[in-house]
């Protein structure tokens, strides 16, 4: 069992939508994070939340963290051809001494011209 | 060099060969990772190096084998790997390996590992 759930698996919109992606858990969790990861790279850090119901913005992405700090979600407006990749929310558990990550599987992002 | 820097960024290898990932991070950061990406699965975390020492080893099988002489490199050493094994290596490193606030890892680009 998954312990951070992401939706969808696979995002596939033309260039100008607006979307959603989630990340939920039963667990809570001290921090969470959204990584992008294009094919052959390595995943590259977009934001950290860390408050329950915080909202931050990175110009068209809005990220917010959930009130009881269970669930994440990432809005993209007017999605661009650069945003494609695969977008992971990573958290750290509340309650473990150490920093380890627990990483969602991912949603692929297409966004065609 | 910036951030986090590994090689080689493609390797080839049959199964009896023995060869080596390196990982170097520029970030002055306490706390280094290997992580296995495979399709269609999940970053899956392999070992963790706390000031050089191993603080987690998640089930990996022997013949992967880490090694980190300081706390800016970080070696993964390979032998008679099977071709199941053949995935995205990717290093990360962090500030440090406890519970904080921010808990970030930053990673390399990753070495794409092929092996036949």
């Known amino acids: 069992t998954q312990l951070l759930e992401q939706s969808p698996q696979f995002l596939s919109i033309q260039e100008g939508e607006n979307l959603t992606v989630y990340c939920n858990s039963s667990?809570?969790?001290?921090?969470l994070q959204w990584y992008r990861q294009e094919p052959g790279e390595g995943p590259v850090l977009l934001v950290t939340?860390?408050?329950?119901?915080e909202v931050k913005k990175l110009k068209r992405l809005t990220f917010q963290f959930g009130d009881a700090r269970k669930d994440s979600s990432l809005h993209i407006t007017a999605a661009q051809p650069g945003d494609t990749g695969l977008y992971l929310c990573a958290g750290a558990r509340r309650g473990s001494t150490l920093g380890r990550l627990y990483f969602g599987r991912g949603t692929q992002l297409t966004v065609w011209p | 060099e910036t951030g986090v820097t590994q090689t080689p960024r493609h390797l080839v290898m049959g199964m009896t060969n023995k060869k080596s990932l390196k990982c170097e991070q520029h970030?002055?950061?306490?706390?280094m990772y290997w992580y296995k990406q495979s399709a269609k699965k999940p970053l899956e975390l392999m070992f963790v190096y706390s000031l050089e020492e191993r603080v987690e080893n998640n089930s990996v099988p022997s013949r992967f084998s880490p090694e980190c002489p300081n706390s800016s490199h970080l070696f993964l050493h390979l032998h008679t790997l099977q071709p199941e094994d053949s995935a995205l290596y990717l290093c990360?490193?962090?500030?440090?390996?406890?519970?904080?606030?921010?808990?970030?890892?930053?990673f390399g680009p990753g070495t794409r590992l092929t092996v036949l």
């Open positions: 990360a490193s962090s500030q440090e390996y406890r519970l904080s606030s921010y808990n970030e890892q930053f």
């Open positions: 667990s809570v969790f001290s921090s």
């Open positions: 970030l002055g950061h306490n706390a």
């Open positions: 939340v860390v408050t329950g119901g």
